[in-house]
């Protein structure tokens, strides 16, 4: 699931109730390539995971609430599920509304908002280790407040359907296999004047859509002498479109299509995986990893116009100008797809010291793609410093011959000293590498998540460049 505002104020997981969740996993750094490409901070997991019914039981439930007395925020949801040794039926709905919070000095900030969250999972056990499962969410977020910002959401709509099949007996050399399929759409809507009272001069209402498909499989296979291969392939489809318009400040819906935000962008990756787990000796173990990624993208409005009045004037002057001509005016190139061919992979050696305590060594590399933010955001005005458009060409100034939107490379060195204490200390090196980092790390076992600062990934917005004129 890829978030549905190109501002980025509405993460995946704001579209589930971390209520509804009933594990959450956290691999630090680069330590598996099954989940995707990027992520060399590390990945986390959000699974829900329906327990079998033993013989006899026919069903479960649970309720919560709770009340947040800064905020006035109340949540109540409950989750209840029904079956037997052969299948199940499982709701879990949850509701939240929140208000506006006071900060330390006593200063009130925008942050309310409201939630419903509901879900059906559908699961058919036929035998002790198979699992066919239908899942169902619908998501809503209505009046959603922002701090410091411009707009406000009236209203953010997520719908995600996953089918996925478990089996540990399959036929073959397999020992385990898992495909899946998923589709989610996300319409997200964004305003000056809805939520809030109207300060600017202009009624601004940003629509926008992110649409995501794709699959997975993967195979587990128990070879001889301890080692587990996991390989597989996933796809995956992201389609975002996202406009703005413009109107008079007196009422009404604005109808001038002002800037196609994003300009129905399609980003599609295959990824192709394999990782190995062998023990060395019965305290060394080694496990390696390697991913290649086909990424394919395009946009396909990036010629469509929208209307922007132009400044310097008076009085200002209309201009009619497509996400193309801003890529050609800041990047001199209206080139708008792409593909990439992207490779990574780790290698980590551990080496158990008690029973309690490990030492483990990794050396990764990972790669993420550019999003359709990265890439393709026009967000086009009248003044040359209030736009934003996208790192079509983000290392162009460096290498101008090479106008290609680089995704990000991170290689990196990491050791890390488990201990059954509570200490955590950090070492970060740095090599010649723009992105390589390489992290000492001492740290409870048993913690989850270290103390550590963690790698920090900042994100740019891109300037107008210097001396850089308008189109006329």
């Given amino acids: 699931m890829f978030g549905g505002y190109q501002n980025r104020m509405d993460l995946p997981t704001t579209y589930s109730s971390m209520n509804a969740y009933d594990s959450i996993t956290v691999i630090k750094g680069s330590h598996t390539v099954i989940y995707g490409g990027g992520g060399p901070g590390g990945t986390v997991l959000f699974e829900r995971i329906t327990p079998r019914f033993y013989p006899g039981e026919q069903y479960r439930a649970s309720a919560s609430t709770g009340y947040t007395s800064n905020s006035d925020t109340w949540q109540i949801g409950a989750d209840a599920a029904i079956g037997n040794s052969n299948g199940y039926r499982r709701t879990i709905v949850d509701y939240i509304d929140a208000n506006n919070y006071e900060d330390g000095a006593g200063d009130t900030v925008r942050s309310a908002y409201t939630n419903k969250d509901g879900i059906i999972l559908l699961g058919y056990t036929s035998t002790a ?12 977020d209505d009046d959603v407040l922002f701090a410091g910002a411009g707009m406000d959401s009236p209203s953010s709509d997520n719908d995600t359907t996953r089918l996925k099949f478990e089996t540990g007996s399959p036929e073959g050399v397999l020992d385990a296999m898992k495909p899946e399929l998923y589709y989610s759409e996300i319409d997200h809507l964004m305003d000056n004047y809805s939520p809030r009272t109207l300060s600017a001069p202009m009624e601004m209402r940003a629509p926008s859509s992110s649409d995501t498909g794709g699959g997975r499989v993967i195979d587990e296979i128990n070879a001889s002498n301890g080692r587990v291969w996991t390989v597989g392939t996933d796809y995956m489809k992201n389609n975002r479109d996202a406009k703005r318009y ?88 209206r080139d708008d797809d792409h593909t990439e061919n992207n490779i990574g992979g780790f290698v980590t050696l551990r080496h158990v010291l008690e029973s309690n305590s490990a030492v483990y060594a990794t050396l990764s590399r990972s790669v993420r793609t550019a999003d359709a933010t990265e890439r393709y955001i026009a967000s086009d005005n009248g003044m040359g410093s209030m736009r934003w458009i996208g790192l079509l060409q983000r290392r162009q100034r460096l290498y101008p011959a090479r106008p290609r939107p680089w995704p990000e490379r991170h290689p990196a060195g990491r050791q890390c000293h488990h201990l059954p204490q509570r200490r955590c200390a950090t070492l970060r090196i740095r090599d010649g590498g723009r992105h390589s980092l390489g992290q000492l790390l001492v740290e409870p076992r048993h913690a989850g998540v270290c103390a550590c600062p963690q790698q920090r990934r900042q994100s740019h917005r891109p300037r107008s460049p210097p001396g850089q004129q308008p189109l006329p």
């Fill in 129 to 140: 280790d198979t699992l066919l499962e239908l899942f169902y969410e619908a998501n809503r």
């Fill in 246 to 333: 413009a109107g008079p400040g007196t009422g009404g819906t604005p109808t001038t299509l002002q800037s196609i935000l994003w300009p129905d962008v399609d980003l599609a990756q295959t990824g192709l995986f394999a990782e190995l787990t062998r023990p060395l000796t019965d305290r060394d173990s080694l496990t390696a990893g390697v991913r290649y990624d086909y990424v394919d993208t395009s946009a396909g409005r990036a010629d469509e116009d929208a209307l922007v009045a132009v400044m310097p004037g008076p009085p200002p002057m209309p201009v009619f100008r497509s996400p193309e001509d801003l890529y050609q005016l800041y990047y001199g190139t």
